[in-house]
């Protein structure tokens, strides 16, 4: 339990045990303004005297004297300051100690829930669509999802992570373009992915030399949909090659999943159909004969237009299918909803992708629902989807939908976890060629022009760097090792923790150098600090004792800088290197034909 916890969990108490009739007033526990006041704080006197007719003061000072004779023994000292604040000192040391102690016991289990939650929830992350290589912003929302995911499954409950696979859109029938009208043939010079991501950005300045390759879009979007056609079976093979190859990424980070959903089976298997009978049986659907929604089918959605996050004026009605016919993302991923409950009556087939270096299967979807695997997917008790801001108004479509249908419950546990995007700071612009201007700090990422940070480029800078840095400190004497599989394993460290760090509706400035910083608020400054502490208990041979923390900090006085790394983490590093090539590793085999 954290300190926050502890108080929070007394004061509760405190104020159910004076003021019964306010025993839901909510505690909140913060940093103190001034250190001087305290470690920490808690303002929960003010709400209580505003409904109690009393003085803030007296509030406090009631609630300070109740609490005496529960605080927890590494609370040193409390007070109370205008206009109401009853203020926490903390005795780190002690504190220290007793938490060191309480991992040492717990060991394995400490920071995970003691009992199970019987609750399933599904978490959807990274969900790149299959027509080029992740980029940075991807790789956020994976290590959000993620760390969701791991958070979760630390508190008792059981999580299906789950990554969507768009290979039926818009972006992979541009590529396809490329490849089938433009001439493109892969030559092996880039990673296939890389290669696909080239191709993209072309075609964008094709369509607008040759605007009449914009029907030979459409046409694509239209045979892709035809699971008989030769383009469908083209965009299945294009779309598994450049899964693989985020698979492969993904895993460089640590990032594992349990089943990777096909948006083409989807539609093969007759979720969407199924979904549209149901929304037209209900008559929750409008099919316009004239206007700009003229032949499409719509979610009415209020009256007017909304203004999306880029800006726009758009109609508030959510077009679900187009007027040719082609269904949009919103409602396959109403559909895809849907089935993440248990709510259509249908499922896929299934058949195993790989054995990840975590050891767990990774299952993929597939369109002949006669493979069953050995577990039940779907069926959530609740939905998780990490999918960026600017998703949030279909995002709110689909939940509202699921509610007119009649499945409040299942609304209520869909839950989009938003998210700034990332762009670039005018430093990393100017090192892309992206022209700068005078004052502007950000720049947007753009698949089409081209502008972007890939994942695996950006991995393997920071990797480059810390093998550099840790040469030198070999040279210098303050580092046993160069180990390159050090370096990519502090590399992911650092990469995760800067795409973590932000708050969620903060758009990340993305820094080359702010990101590969090994000093301050760094993921590579947290890893020194946890070889540090791992050396010293090497060192000492003992376990710490909860009354001499400081003692046992003292003992260690030379050790070296980052490279000084103790032995049993290099032994971890090189037994999971974090990288997951099916050509390489004999357990991965081959990602399966669909």
């Given at each position: ?25 909510r ?15 808690s ?5 209580l005297a ?6 803030p ?7 300070r004297?109740a ?8 609370v ?6 205008p206009p ?5 000192f903390?005795?780190?040391a002690?504190?220290?100690?007793l ?20 609750q399933?929830i ?11 290589a992740?980029?940075?912003?991807h ?5 959000l999802?993620?760390t ?10 059981t ?32 990673p ?13 300045r ?8 914009l029907?030979y879009?459409?046409?694509?979007l239209?045979?892709?949909e035809?699971?008989?056609s030769?383009i ?33 089976d ?7 159909k199924?979904a549209?009978?149901?929304?037209t049986?209900?008559?929750l ?10 032949g ?6 209020g009256?007017?237009n ?13 077009v679900?299918?187009?007027s ?6 919103t409602?396959?991923?109403l ?35 006669t ?9 959530a ?7 960026d ?5 279909p ?5 509202e939908?699921?509610r007119?249908?009649g499945?409040?419950e299942?609304?209520?546990q869909?839950?989009?976890l ?24 950000t720049?947007?990422?753009s698949?089409?022009?081209?502008i972007?940070?890939k994942?695996d ?6 990797a480059q760097?810390?093998?550099?840095h ?13 180990d ?9 460290g ?17 820094d ?8 301050g608020?760094?993921?590579?400054y ?6 540090r502490?791992c ?5 000492t041979?003992?376990?710490p004792e909860?009354?001499?923390?400081a ?12 490279g000084?790394?103790p ?6 590093v ?5 990288l ?5 590793n ?9």
């Open positions: 339990m954290t300190i926050e916890d502890a108080l929070t969990t007394r004061i509760q108490r405190a104020v159910a045990a004076l003021f019964p009739a306010m025993a839901t007033t505690v909140e526990i913060r940093p103190s303004i001034k250190p001087e006041f305290g470690d920490l704080s303002p929960v006197a003010l709400p505003k409904q109690a007719r009393r003085s003061l007296d509030v406090a000072q009631q609630l004297a609490l005496q004779p529960s605080l927890p023994t590494y040193r000292d409390t007070t109370v300051t109401g604040f009853i203020n926490f903390i005795d780190a002690l504190y220290a100690g938490l060191c102690q309480e991992i040492l016991e717990a060991g394995e289990r400490y920071g995970r829930a003691a009992t199970p939650i019987p399933k599904v978490v959807e992350h990274t969900n790149i669509n299959s027509n080029k992740a980029h940075v912003g790789l956020r929302n994976a290590c999802g993620d969701v995911v791991r958070i979760l499954r630390a508190n008792g409950y999580v299906e992570a789950q990554n969507y696979i768009d290979d039926t859109g818009v972006q992979v029938a541009d590529v396809i373009v490329g490849f089938r009208y433009l001439g493109k043939t892969y030559d092996g010079s880039l296939f992915d890389f290669f696909c991501s080239q191709i993209y950005t072309e075609v964008q094709a369509y607008q030399a040759q605007p009449a390759l029907d879009r459409r046409q694509v239209r045979d892709i035809d699971r008989t030769d469908a079976r083209f965009a299945k093979e294009l779309s598994t090659k450049i899964v693989t190859r985020h698979i492969e990424t993904m895993s460089r980070v640590n990032i594992n999943y349990d089943l990777l959903t096909w948006e083409s989807i539609l093969a298997l007759g979720f969407w199924h549209f009978d149901l929304l049986a209900r008559h659907l409008e099919h316009p004969t004239e206007g700009e929604l003229a499409c089918w719509v979610v009415p959605f009256d007017g909304v203004t999306t996050t880029d800006g726009q004026q758009r109609n508030s009605d959510k679900l299918v187009k040719d016919g082609v269904v949009t993302y409602g396959k991923d559909a895809y909803q849907m089935w993440k409950f248990g709510l259509l009556d249908l499922d896929f087939g299934y058949r195993l992708w790989a054995t990840q270096l975590n050891g767990l299967s990774l299952w993929t979807t597939t369109h002949d629902p493979q069953r695997p050995p577990r039940q997917f779907g069926h008790n609740r939905v998780v989807n990490v999918i801001a600017r998703q949030a108004y995002q709110e479509v689909v939940y939908t699921l007119r249908l499945y409040s299942q609304a209520e869909s839950t989009h938003s998210y700034q995007v990332v762009a670039l700071s005018a430093g990393a612009a100017e090192a892309l060629g992206v022209p700068v201007e005078p004052g502007k700090m720049y947007a990422f698949g089409r022009q081209g972007e940070v994942a480029e950006l991995l393997d800078m920071a760097r810390l093998s550099q840790l040469s030198a400190q070999r040279s210098e004497g303050r580092s046993k090792s160069t390159e599989r050090i370096a990519e394993r502090l590399a992911v650092a990469v995760r923790y800067y795409l973590l760090k932000f708050n969620l509706q903060q758009i990340i400035p993305f080359f150098d702010d990101a590969l910083r090994n000093t608020d760094t993921g590579i947290l890893q020194y600090a946890y070889a502490a050396n010293i208990l090497e060192r041979g003992r376990a909860a009354n001499q923390p003692t046992l900090c003292s003992q260690d006085k030379n050790l070296g800088d980052i000084g790394i032995r049993l983490l290099v032994e971890e090189q037994e999971r290197r974090g997951l090539r099916h050509r390489a004999p357990r991965c085999g081959s990602p399966p034909a669909t």
